[in-house]
């Protein structure tokens, strides 16, 4: 079983920063990929960043340039700094680990809302 718990969300300005965290726990060492996904009402959820265990990173091209995602030490934790951020990136965001197996584990999503 491999948990994950987001947190980082809130409410930030046009142009501002957020860092959001992802706390994995259980398994560790039977996960592939994580990655960061979110969801704004009306909208499909999409893929935003996702990193490997050899550390290669994917990102969407909308947030690419300004979002960047990084592990720490041990790969218990995902990172997601997030610069120049814009009312288009208001959603809720959920954090993802993909295991070797296929079997796949989400956070309870973590809110983040840009505006002024």
């Known amino acids: 079983q491999v948990q994950l718990v987001e947190s980082g969300g809130g409410l930030v300005q046009p142009g501002g920063s957020l860092r959001l965290s992802c706390a994995a726990s259980?398994?560790?060492?039977?996960?592939?990929?994580m990655g960061w996904y979110r969801q704004a009402p009306g909208k499909q959820r999409e893929l935003v960043a996702s990193?490997?265990?050899?550390?290669?990173?994917n990102y969407a091209d909308s947030v690419k340039g300004r979002f960047t995602i990084s592990t720490n030490n041990a790969r218990s934790t995902v990172y997601l700094q997030m610069d120049s951020l814009n009312p288009e990136d208001t959603a809720v965001y959920y954090c993802?680990?993909?295991?070797?197996?296929?079997?796949?584990?989400w956070g309870q999503g973590t809110q983040v809302t840009v505006s002024s």
């Open positions: 993802n680990a993909r295991r070797y197996s296929g079997r796949e584990s």
């Open positions: 259980g398994d560790i060492f039977s996960i592939a990929r």
């Open positions: 990193i490997t265990t050899s550390g290669t990173t």
